[in-house]
């Protein structure tokens, strides 16, 4: 079962990073129309735009993720003797490169993984996880932590937020541009047709709904790699319950006390009270519904 799910989940995602890439392409194409008189070059502007932008964000190193989130790495396997074992077992069984472990000191049970690559990959967990949670529980989260890092999750995440920053920029600055009088929107061309005056009509709205579509499509990428990592979680360690024993605690608890904006998505629970034990998804949330995931964990 687990293994259909898998698939399942993959195929969702391709298709949410499908529909935002052809919409990154629509909104250079809309700029280019609306300012440059060509609507390739607008896409041309926007694909550049958007490698540069990526390949900075991709350049952030884990320490920096990290620090931003209070976290103190794990020196000696004898400080958190059963982290550390579980990690170690987690690594052979995964067949992967020991990550680096940090720890969070914060009461609420909570855990991500960050690093562009397995090879670059370190494990967060708050002191509240190791607290609260037996050994197997731990083990379905470092197993869900693993399947983060596995899937290449954090890079595509990643790369996710520097196109929607992007995108929210080219709007911005093209909508700014046309209130201002500028661009090609503005000028006075009696060349426009019918049906170019709609493109135009067109390729503006575009622009102002692009912060709410791109929003929209990063928190379904998120929502989808949950639900895969849930999945390739029980892959791991054949065991369900683990993993849903975890969720309920973690559900259950009080949210964690300061969290960085923009690190929310990384957390195998959303870290504040918002969306905690809803009985379904929604369209604003960065994770799945603690409901679903569960049902769908017990069905495997």
Do not use: C, W
Request: aromatic residues 8%; glycine residues 8%.
């Amino acid at each position: 079962m687990f293994r259909q799910q898998i698939a399942m989940n993959k195929r969702k995602t391709f298709a949410v990073v499908a529909m935002y890439l052809v919409f990154f392409v629509l909104v250079g194409g809309a700029v280019g129309r609306l300012y440059m008189d060509n609507a390739l070059s607008g896409i041309a502007l926007a694909v550049i735009a958007g490698l540069a932008y990526t390949l900075v964000m991709v350049a952030n190193s884990t320490a920096i993720v990290m620090a931003m989130n209070g976290a103190r790495e794990v020196k000696e396997k004898d400080d958190f003797p059963m982290y550390y074992n579980i990690v170690s077992d987690m690594a052979i069984v995964s067949h992967l490169p020991m990550p680096r472990m940090f720890v969070i000191n914060d009461p609420s049970p909570n855990a991500f993984a960050t690093g562009m690559s397995p090879e670059k990959s370190a494990v967060a967990v708050t002191t509240g996880l190791l607290e609260r949670l037996n050994r197997e529980e731990l083990e379905g989260v470092i197993a869900h932590e693993f399947s983060h890092i596995k899937n290449y999750d954090i890079r595509l995440q990643t790369v996710a937020v520097a196109l929607g920053a992007v995108l929210g920029f080219l709007s911005q600055f093209s909508l700014r541009m046309a209130y201002f009088g500028g661009g090609r929107s503005r000028r006075s061309d009696d060349r426009e047709d019918g049906g170019g005056a709609i493109v135009l009509i067109l390729s503006i709205l575009l622009l102002i709904l692009t912060p709410l579509m791109t929003a929209i499509m990063q928190m379904a990428i998120s929502r989808n790699r949950e639900y895969l990592a849930d999945a390739s979680a029980v892959e791991l360690t054949r065991n369900p319950q683990g993993l849903i024993s975890a969720l309920k605690k973690i559900s259950q608890s009080e949210p964690m006390q300061q969290v960085p904006a923009g690190s929310e998505g990384m957390y195998i629970m959303f870290p504040g009270a918002k969306g905690r034990g809803e009985e379904r998804d929604h369209l604003f949330s960065t994770h799945p519904s603690t409901a679903n995931r569960i049902k769908r964990l017990e069905q495997m």
